[in-house]
Each structure stands twice: as C-alpha cells, then as structure tokens.
C-alpha cells in the first residue's frame, strides 16, 4: 500500500514538479466544518486503510490542495479567535527576558500528574475521565514576547493496544511509540524552555489508552492569548506480515489537515528541519482528503502530525532506540517552531 502512496506522490511530483499548481485531483472536498467526532478516523500514518486515497507532495511545493477544494472558511476561522498580536512584536535577534528561574519556562501541562489516577477515576484504561468539568490552567505570562502556543501531544498512551516494535535480537527490547513519543517531547519541552516560547504539554499522563477526545479536548479547551498550533509526536509502523515481523519501510513523514494552507506551511517547515537534522529518508508531507487522523480534524487550531521514522523496521527501530538520534528528532522540532516563532506563518 505505501508503494500506492509513493506512486501517487511521484505521478504529482511528475505532473507537477517544480511547485506548479496541480489540477484538480480525483478527490473529494474536506467536509466543512465543525467536523464529526468519528472514533474510527486513524490515530496516524500506521492506522491508514490501504484503498486510501493519499496525497504525498514536496514541503516545497507551494499549493498542493486543488483549485477549489481548499476550505478558506477553516484556514480564517481557526485563526479568527486569534487577538491582536501581542503587545511586544519578537524581536528576533535578541532573546530579551531571561526565563524566572523560579519557573519552568512558560510551558504549562495538562491538569493531571502523572498518575492516572488523580482527579476524577481515570483508573479504568479504556475510559479515561475527559477533564471537561476542570479548566486546564491558563499560560501564565501572557506579555510573554512568544508568537504562538504551542500544543504538544505525544500521541499514544501507555495502554494503547499494539504500537511497539517486534522484538530486537536480544529477545527482551521493544520499542514502544508512547515511550517513543513522550521522550521526543519531554526533550522538545527541556530545549522551550531555554526560550521564550509557550507550549502545553496535552497529556502528561503515561497509563492512559488511546485518549483521542481528551487530546484533542484539552488542547481545543486551552485558554490562551496566543494563537495556538497543535503537533502530534509519532513513530511509524510499516505494512508486516503480523506485529513480530519487521517492515522495510523506512523515513520520516509530516501529515497536516487538508484544506488548511497553514497546516500545510507548518507541516513543510517542520518536514524540512526534520530530514535535514535526522538524514533519515524523506517521505515528505502528506494529506488525506477524506478521514483524516482524528487529532488533525478536530482540533480548532492548525495542526501537524510528524511521523519520525519506523520503529517496526529493524534498523531505523534500533536507531530510534538511541538517545542522539531521538535528541536530533527533537532538536528539529524546536528547530521549526523557532522558526516560525521568528518568521511567523
Ligand atoms: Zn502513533
């Protein structure tokens, strides 16, 4: 099925190479919004039906969603609750306001610790207390000299069925994603807070299954003076015979909702970084123009999910296994969001 993928990017690449304005492609529009909560849309890249239609560009390509499918009223309404930029322009250059050392940078993290068990009997995997009834706490320091908030979310809990490599060759190492992803953002968050940019962890929580409403509702909930951005952390799976048997796929990949020109943007910046810090395979941006994973659709804010490489695939797994290769998967992280803290969207 990835060979379907790959094949339909490079018949657009081939078309329309060079950044030209694609013709309309065979696909549907995106539905308006609001968008239906659908449990069935896949979580990300590894849960995608191989009949789906899949849009696969270069992050320099300019416009990659046909002529009369980009839903403009989505692009301006998740920017519209967006005030007034903040009262001190970023200045770039010079890094002003040192971090209060009494605190840990500006970033701010869901209202529960790491024990699921807190706050309203999130004891039970399968059903995790949605925390509707309590506010996530406000981001203090809004003079704060940042763009924009930052919504991190790792993607996976503990609990989540499947997600983890085969077994390695020493019989007792997997990797698991939810282990994956919450150390990619525990370093994205360690290096934010050397700046001053504001970010929201959306589940510190590690004993915690698939939680897909609570991600997307704690990150919609978020009270901010910022304008927020929302980024999924993933590790990939690819197509395997069962869930012990390695994949040949291989790379890194940036998905963004379609029909959103600044998911798009934000997905080619963050793709860029991500290949030039890591050389792992380029497998470029993508979309899905029906579907799509469900944190990109409901989330009231652009949105990305970066897929950094193939954890059932022997020898990218094991790469992934080592701290170095998981700080460069960060560091391109903080590399894209600095620069679009700096240069804007
Ligand atoms: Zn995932």
């Known amino acids: 099925m990835k060979k379907f993928f790959e094949a339909i990017g490079n018949l657009f690449r081939t078309l329309f190479g060079g950044g030209s304005k694609p013709t309309p492609a ?82 701010t993290a869901a209202p529960t610790t790491t024990t699921p068990a807190t706050g309203g009997g999130a004891t039970s995997p399968t059903t995790p207390t949605t925390p509707t009834t309590t506010t996530p706490p406000k981001p203090a320091a809004p003079a704060s000299k940042g763009r924009f908030m930052w919504c991190l979310d790792n993607g996976h809990g503990k609990k989540t069925p499947g997600k983890r490599s085969p077994l390695f060759d020493d019989g007792r190492t997997r990797l698991f994603e939810y282990e994956y992803n919450r150390d990619i953002v525990q370093r994205i968050r360690e290096a934010l807070d050397k700046h001053d940019v504001k970010y929201y962890i959306t589940v510190p929580e590690v004993d915690i299954d698939d939680f897909l409403k609570g991600r997307v509702d704690r990150a919609n909930d978020l009270k901010s003076d910022l304008p927020k951005i929302f980024v999924s952390v993933h590790g990939n799976a690819g197509p395997a015979a069962n869930s012990e048997t390695w994949s040949p796929a291989s790379g890194i990949e ?56 193939f954890y059932n695939n022997k020898v990218e797994g094991a790469e992934m296994m080592k701290p170095e290769v998981r700080q460069k998967i960060a560091d391109a992280h903080v590399a894209a969001i600095l620069e679009i803290e700096k240069s804007g969207l």
């Open 26 to 107: 065979p696909t549907p529009a995106p539905k308006p919004r609001p968008v239906v909560i659908r449990p069935e849309d896949p979580q990300d890249a590894a849960d995608i039906k191989p009949d789906t239609v899949v849009m696969i560009v270069s992050e320099m390509e300019k416009v990659i969603i046909p002529p009369n499918e980009p839903d403009e009223a989505f692009v301006k309404d998740i920017f519209e609750e967006a005030p007034a930029p903040p009262v001190n322009p970023p200045t770039p250059t010079t890094p002003t306001t040192p971090t209060p050392p009494a605190t840990t940078g500006g970033g």
């Open 254 to 309: 940036t998905w963004f909702f379609h029909g959103s020109a600044r998911s798009q943007k934000i997905a080619s910046i963050f793709q860029k970084h991500l290949i030039e810090k890591t050389g792992f395979r380029n497998r470029n941006i993508k979309s899905q123009p029906t579907g799509q994973f469900y944190v990109l659709r409901n989330t009231n804010m652009p949105s990305v999910l970066t897929e950094n490489g």
